[in-house]
């Protein structure tokens, strides 16, 4: 079983981007993303609905990260300390070398392939550095460009699940893709 420690934080950075921990400054940030309907429009959460919210999910992180249950980052361009999305592991299964990846990105950074380079740095942190064999995104069968995404950093589809998750008074579908540990 692998040994799960996020102390100290981790902090990682690609060409483009530094990721760092998600601190109470990102809570403006966080609102926006959390609250934008199209944002959320394949994440069966509820909107966040105001910063005493999003400073509750970014409390919530915290308790993760230091109970060392999932880990995520606010990534940032290089340039400028502003958040522009948020990517991390969760749901860890240690006794089966497997975590879900999420991430979510502000709309007006969209397009511009920030999202591929978050997730090609933190699955190189889940292989290398959590020794994990594989790592799964659940995403909603409609997320057509979550779903390009994820193919272009090698993952592949798994399964698609028939109305198993239930949300806002109806059944939902979910897929599985996912890419494994070749080291």
């Not at 249950?69 to 990534?75: T, V």
């Not at 008074?169 to 070749?182: A, C, E, H, P």
Request: no cysteine; charged share 30%; glycine share 4%.
């Amino acid at each position: 079983m692998i040994d799960i420690n996020f102390t100290p934080f981790p902090n990682l950075e690609t060409e483009r981007l530094r990721l760092r921990r998600v601190v109470n400054d990102d809570a403006n940030e966080i609102f926006a993303i959390r609250s934008d309907k199209e944002t959320m429009k394949y994440i069966p959460r509820p909107l966040v609905k105001n910063i005493k919210e999003a400073l509750e999910h970014i409390a919530l992180i915290d308790s993760k990260i230091e109970n060392n249950e999932g880990i995520n980052w606010a990534f940032t361009l290089k340039n400028n300390p502003k958040l522009i999305g948020i990517i991390g592991l969760y749901r860890i299964k240690p006794e089966h070398y497997r975590a879900e990846i999420g991430y979510m990105l502000l709309p007006e950074y969209h397009g511009k392939g920030f999202i591929t380079e978050a997730i090609k740095e933190v699955v190189k942190y889940g292989f290398e550095t959590m020794k994990l064999h594989s790592i799964e995104a659940i995403i909603d069968p409609e997320n057509f460009i979550s779903e390009k995404v994820l193919q272009k950093n090698g993952f592949v589809k798994e399964a698609h699940l028939k109305e198993n998750e239930f949300y806002e008074g109806r059944f939902l579908d979910t897929v599985i893709y996912s890419v494994l540990n070749k080291h």
